[in-house]
């Protein structure tokens, strides 16, 4: 039988009501011929309310017992949750983080998980319980300490418990019809995704998408696990997050689940930067300069506009394509005087390296890697840019190469065989 993990967030859960109704739809889950395990948030604003408590009594409560805390918020709701679906006729039992096997590093606050041994709820499941398991609740196995993941932590639980119980899918429920084009509550013409790829998918949730939680996206792309985001409020088909095979991964025995993972560097020299200085820093300059650029068909990379301090004027700089130079400078000279900038500056030839993996977001421990490489082999960093995936800068052409061997060398990626290149020269 096909197990679905299903995850309920707190405004799901907020009061007696939803809690019924929330089991309603485990029931009928269950009576289509599913296993059914749960991940349940507390309920509507209980972890801010106890953060509140906290306060009221302490300025600097022990991290320990604010995870004892904060872990019962997500008890209560499955306890509920649990009786709710015996008053339906079906049973069902709930477990904390711990008893599911959540073992997570000794991080109060910001626990990271490490393993996930769910063999409690795999053996409920098999008994014909609906098993319930409270959300971003995990041990730490070194200090035998309950930990909590950090908040919205409960996405990353399901994900977890989906991809060690070999789920089919891990349906994430929310109070919005699943992924939209813009933040529904902001763009009220925004549409539902119906199917995303979980990189673009880290990506939006990278930048600010609220409906999943970062951590648990990442998870879910290494792990190959397919979600679906929907409302709990209606029976709506919601956005599909679909993994690419070639992005999961392996993880060596020991070795901890939730680790930014280094997938490797590469860098390119075809590119050349423009520098428009003295830009006022006025609405409507970037426009002034992209459009023209976008007419004539030039491909740009990374764009940087500095601060402009007093002067109130700015210099932009971007890439581009290096044979591209001579025409972008002269489209822009067409329109210096509707732009206002006062001079342009080109260098027809700049090296870009990148690294690239997953989990660098979370991990800023890998951009504090990246730069210090750098800063050691006293290679100047000229325009940076990052993304959930990559990490990349643009230095001298001159001493790319340099660049490449140092942060290789500083992400341990170093193999102790000297690479076979067998012909060509890798352009
Ligand atoms: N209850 C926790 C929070 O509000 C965890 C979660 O909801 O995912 O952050
Ligand atoms: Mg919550």
């Known amino acids: 039988m096909s197990i679905i993990v299903q995850k309920y967030g707190g405004s799901s859960v907020q009061d007696a009501e939803s809690i019924k109704r ?124 309950i930990t909590t993941m950090g908040r919205g932590g409960s996405d990353t639980t399901a ?42 998918m880290l990506e939006m949730a990278a930048a600010g998408t609220k409906v999943l939680h970062l951590r648990s996206v ?20 919601g956005t599909w997050v679909i993994p690419d095979e070639t992005d999961t991964v392996t993880i060596k ?35 002034a300069v992209f459009n023209p650029i976008a007419e004539a068909g030039i491909n740009i990379d990374m764009i940087v506009q500095d601060i402009s301090a007093e002067t109130k004027k700015t210099n932009i700089s971007f890439t581009l394509p290096g044979a591209d130079g001579d025409k972008a400078q002269r489209i822009l000279t067409e329109h210096q005087d509707e732009i206002g900038f006062e001079s342009l500056d080109f260098v027809p030839q700049v090296g870009k390296v990148s690294l690239i993996g997953g989990g660098m977001r979370n991990h ?13 082999a006293g290679i100047n960093i000229e325009l940076i840019s990052t993304s959930e995936i990559r990490v990349s800068v643009i230095t001298d052409v001159e001493v790319m190469d340099k660049a490449v061997q140092a942060i290789h060398t500083a992400f341990g990626l170093d193999s102790d065989e000297e690479a076979k290149v067998y012909a060509g020269t890798g352009r």
């Open 22 to 145: 929330v089991a309603r739809r485990i029931v009928d889950t269950k009576r289509a011929g599913h296993q059914v395990v749960v991940v349940v948030s507390a309920m509507g604003d209980t972890t801010d309310d106890l953060l509140d408590l906290a306060a009221d009594i302490s300025s600097a409560p022990p991290l320990r017992e604010m995870d004892i805390l904060l872990s019962s918020g997500e008890r209560m709701s499955m306890a509920l949750l649990a009786m709710a679906i015996h008053e339906l006729g079906e049973t069902a039992q709930s477990f904390t983080g711990s008893q599911a096997g959540m073992i997570t590093d000794a991080l109060h606050g910001r626990a990271r998980i490490i393993e996930v041994s769910p063999q409690r709820v795999q053996e409920a499941v098999d008994a014909g319980y609906v098993g319930i398991v409270a959300g971003f609740q995990g041990m730490s196995r070194e200090s035998k300490d």
């Open 159 to 200: 994900v977890a418990l989906a991809a060690a119980l070999d789920a089919e899918v891990c349906e994430i429920y929310t109070d919005v019809d699943g992924v939209f084009t813009a933040d529904p509550r902001v763009v009220k013409s925004a549409r539902k995704i119906d199917e995303i790829s979980s990189e673009d």
């Open 218 to 237: 990442e998870y879910a792309r290494r792990f190959g696990v397919k979600l679906h985001v929907r409302s709990s409020f209606s029976d709506k088909e």
């Open 253 to 287: 025995e020991g070795e901890p689940l939730e680790q930014p993972i280094i997938s490797g560097l590469a860098h390119e020299s075809s590119e050349g930067k423009l520098t428009i200085r003295g830009v006022p820093d006025a609405p409507g300059k970037a426009a």
């Open 364 to 376: 800023p421990g890998v951009s504090a890697r990246f730069f210090s490489a750098l800063s050691e």
